[in-house]
């Protein structure tokens, strides 16, 4: 495929997931796995319309993309940019939860210096971009010095790189740390930066009164919420629940995000059903990281794990909670492997998960759901009149062939200009891995 260099163009005989169009292409009818076959024009970088696919187009460059599939720029909500690509040097053997904080601990400890942070984490910008995501959320381990210079490398990136991608960073520090000095220092160093507050919650018998101080300090300073919650099998832990209660009796209403929420999928259905109407009461947006809790949960030696680590996905979805999926780790101690690639996220999900049969709308689960979640333009996730045409083109033509190969030839689209970005390669970060 050749995108001209012409400004304007039409990009004909495209497949796109129904629920992604807006303005103009919604009502299209629809095939069995919910994909309209459309044709885009393009002005000066902007989609000026959206129709149903016909030979009668204006005199002006066309290309017939034989019903291959367009989806918007990818939105990666939930991710750890500044522990990436640390696996060669800090591996964990085990695979274990455990593990995987004391091989990440003790690498801070030694070999986390602002250049090495700062090169790890835009080699994982570069890797998004290429492959078609626009906005991204890191969350970054936040205590002592270390925090300081993971926050500092992440507002340095988020200028350096604002013209190709929006970039947003999460405070991650137990909850406890805000009943101390210091977590107050960290929140006002946040609202200071514009960046959002989180943190991990536990089961203790304090864990409601350290959601107090956090809603406190969240409130007094308009900060929205992004927590890590029940990341276990454990049945007894119902942080979830608890912080829903919180988020409504602090009127926090549709300013916090919970990612992970594993336990909820061994919870009696008692539980369950309590927890997600909370949840949606509360309009608390939910993440899942399937891949990386997949390849932790119920990981022990010799034994087959059982079960597959994710939230109820579907159940959260048909009480209409924003349910969205995302990276999480890469290629570090808590996950070995990944590549910043929404795509195989998306694949991935859809495998774990069980997202097909039919696909319905969890299209929207890796691009509109987190964008709305991370409050980005409207534009963001979406196919829309006069929206900047921000887009990906796989080659595939039908969901079966998307998530049947990697899509590595896939062309990503910035403002109708083809982007000429390659994921960069791994021997960019030997000096920073394989140290004597």
Not at 24 to 31: A, C, D, R, V, Y
Not at 166 to 194: F, N
Not at 241 to 248: C, E, G, R, V
Request: proline share 4%; glycine share 6%.
């Amino acid at each position: 495929m050749i995108i001209p260099e012409s400004s304007n163009y039409w990009l004909k005989n495209a497949h796109i997931p129904a629920c992604l169009l807006e303005n103009g292409g919604e009502n299209l009818s629809q095939t069995r796995e919910g994909l309209s076959q459309v044709d885009l024009k393009i002005v000066q970088g902007k989609i000026q319309k959206i129709t149903p696919s016909n030979d009668n187009l204006e005199d002006i460059p066309t290309i017939d993309l034989e019903k291959k599939i367009i989806f918007p720029c990818f939105v990666d909500v939930h991710t750890h940019l500044d522990k990436g690509h640390i696996w060669e040097r800090s591996p964990n053997l085990t695979g274990t939860f455990e593990n995987a904080l004391t091989a990440v601990t003790n690498d801070s400890q030694i070999k986390r210096k602002p250049d090495d942070v700062y090169r790890r984490f835009e080699f994982a910008l570069k890797c998004s971009y290429a492959h078609g995501t626009m906005a991204i959320r890191t969350h970054l381990d936040s205590s002592g010095e270390q925090g300081k210079i993971n926050l500092q490398v992440a507002q340095e990136l988020k200028k350096e790189w604002s013209d190709r991608l929006t970039l947003q960073a999460v405070c991650l520090v137990p909850l406890d740390y805000y009943q101390r000095p210091e977590g107050l220092v960290l929140a006002d160093r946040l609202a200071e930066a514009g960046q959002i507050l989180g943190g991990v919650a536990y089961m203790s018998p304090h864990l409601e009164e350290e959601l107090q101080t956090v809603f406190k300090i969240a409130k007094e300073r308009d900060m929205k919420l992004d927590l890590h919650v029940d990341e276990n099998g454990d049945p007894n832990s119902r942080c979830l629940q608890k912080i829903a209660q919180a988020t409504l009796d602090n009127d926090y209403i549709n300013k916090v995000i919970c990612g992970h929420c594993c336990s909820l999928a061994v919870q009696s259905q008692d539980v369950v059903k309590r927890t997600i109407e909370l949840v949606k009461a509360a309009q608390i947006g939910i993440v899942s990281l399937p891949m990386c809790n997949l390849y932790l949960q119920d990981r022990q030696a010799g034994v087959t794990p059982f079960w597959r680590g994710i939230t109820r996905v579907h159940e959260l979805k048909a009480e209409n909670i924003s349910v969205c999926f995302a990276s999480d780790n890469c290629r570090d101690p808590f996950y070995g492997f990944g590549d910043h690639d929404m795509l195989e996220v998306f694949r991935e999900s859809v495998r774990i998960a069980h997202l097909d049969t039919p696909y319905a709308d969890w299209s929207k689960s890796f691009t509109s759901n987190p964008a709305q979640l991370m409050g980005l333009p409207k534009s963001y996730g979406k196919i829309a009149l006069n929206s900047s045409a921000n887009l990906i083109i796989f080659r595939a033509r039908y969901f079966s062939e998307l998530f049947s190969r990697p899509q590595a030839d896939r062309l990503v689209l910035r403002e109708g200009k083809r982007i000429k970005a390659v994921v960069p390669e791994y021997s960019e970060l030997d000096d920073l891995i394989f140290l004597n």
